[in-house]
């Protein structure tokens, strides 16, 4: 895990409020793919992206949920009007171009709606 | 298609036991199979990862055997100890080019002194 950095490890939102969750690859990597983790559930696949570009994003869901990786800067999961259902760990997970398929996760980001 | 089904969902095994966790998968275009060890609050770590080219690889005490005709791949822990009390994530992808990766459901682990 080490190098890939996300934040905050903690977020407590009330209902309707926005969240942002940042992604800050590892050095030199340009994937990055975001899961979100339910309490003793699996790892589920939201968004894979590449610099500037969303690759697939077949589980995100269709409302209130958007992501980037700009240029310049973290990449930054956006959750919309958040509602209780949302309440879950959030993990980015990053690669290199050209290192194979290995992804490595940051540490993830609690999200807590109330 | 893009499914990797994982067994069992959890799983208690006495101090220097052997832990076994089986994941089976369809698609054929896999060629990549990571495991991960997640313990509670933290992200998920890469263990031990095999291609198909072999049928089995080992780390310490941590193996990976592949039955490329099943389409099956196992993680054995030898020895197990209750640092190894984690869940365990099989994983599969495609190699070139856009590959998801995609994870099985878990495995929750617990060794018993």
């Known amino acids: 895990n080490a190098g890939v950095m996300q934040n905050p490890r903690h977020l407590v939102r009330r209902r309707g409020q926005e969240a942002r969750l940042r992604c800050s690859p590892m050095?030199?990597?340009?994937?990055v793919y975001w899961y979100r983790q339910l309490p003793e559930e699996g790892l589920k696949f939201m968004v894979y992206l590449q610099k500037e570009n969303i690759i697939d994003e077949s589980g995100m869901p269709k409302e209130r949920f958007s992501a980037e990786f700009p240029k310049e800067g973290p990449s930054i999961l956006r959750i919309q009007q958040v509602v209780r259902g949302d309440s879950a760990a959030y993990f980015c997970?990053?690669?290199?171009?050209?290192?194979?398929?290995?992804?490595?996760f940051g540490e993830g980001s609690w999200l807590t709606v109330v | 298609q893009q499914q990797v089904k994982q067994s069992p969902q959890s799983l208690i095994v006495q101090k220097g036991g052997i832990s076994i966790i089986n994941c089976a998968y369809e698609?054929?275009?896999?060629?990549?199979f990571p495991w991960y060890q997640q313990f509670p609050g933290k992200g998920p770590a890469l263990l031990i990862a095999i291609r198909p080219d072999v049928s089995e690889k080992k780390e310490g005490r941590f193996t990976i055997s592949f039955n490329k005709s099943a389409k099956q791949f196992s993680l054995h822990i030898m020895d197990s100890q209750p640092g190894d009390s984690a869940t365990y994530f099989c994983?599969?992808?495609?190699?070139?080019?856009?590959?998801?990766?995609?994870f099985g459901t878990g495995t929750k682990l617990q060794v018993i002194p």
């Open positions: 997970a990053t690669r290199p171009e050209s290192a194979g398929n290995t992804i490595y």
């Open positions: 050095k030199g990597h340009s994937h």
């Open positions: 698609n054929t275009a896999f060629d990549y």
């Open positions: 994983a599969a992808s495609g190699s070139g080019g856009y590959q998801k990766v995609t």
